[in-house]
């Protein structure tokens, strides 16, 4: 991960499946998942598996983007917004979405 400097912004989404872990339906869903990393301006993508217990969250997804600008464009990007609307509302059964910059002093 890289250091938060200036206005870079990481996007962090930690969700639940509506399919059991490791079920074909919970693959396919996050093979698609990964097919954004090739959206433009999209870095240090990665998806995790949650292993702690404080939550009944089981997979994150964290990427980031050098400003507000690429974080836009990604946002509004087709292959985003057809994610979210065809594979992301049907298989997601709970998430939390955070949005992450450097805290400065002052």
């Known amino acids: 991960m890289t250091t938060l400097r200036g206005p870079r912004i ?3 989404v930690v969700f639940t499946l509506r ?4 079920s074909p339906e919970a693959e396919v869903f ?3 998942l990964r097919s954004l990393a090739a959206i433009d301006g999209v870095e240090d ?3 995790a598996r949650q ?3 404080k939550n009944d969250y089981r997979f994150a997804v964290s990427m ?3 400003s507000r600008a690429a974080y836009d464009a990604y946002d509004g990007h087709p292959l985003h917004v057809a994610f979210v ?5 049907a298989d997601v059964a709970d998430f ?3 949005d992450l910059s450097e805290l400065r002093p002052g």
């Open 10 to 12: 990481r996007h962090l």
């Open 19 to 22: 399919h059991d872990e490791g």
């Open 30 to 32: 996050l093979e698609a």
């Open 45 to 47: 993508f990665e998806v």
């Open 51 to 53: 292993v702690g217990l």
């Open 64 to 66: 980031e983007f050098a």
């Open 85 to 89: 609307r065809d594979r992301w509302a």
């Open 96 to 98: 939390m979405e955070i």
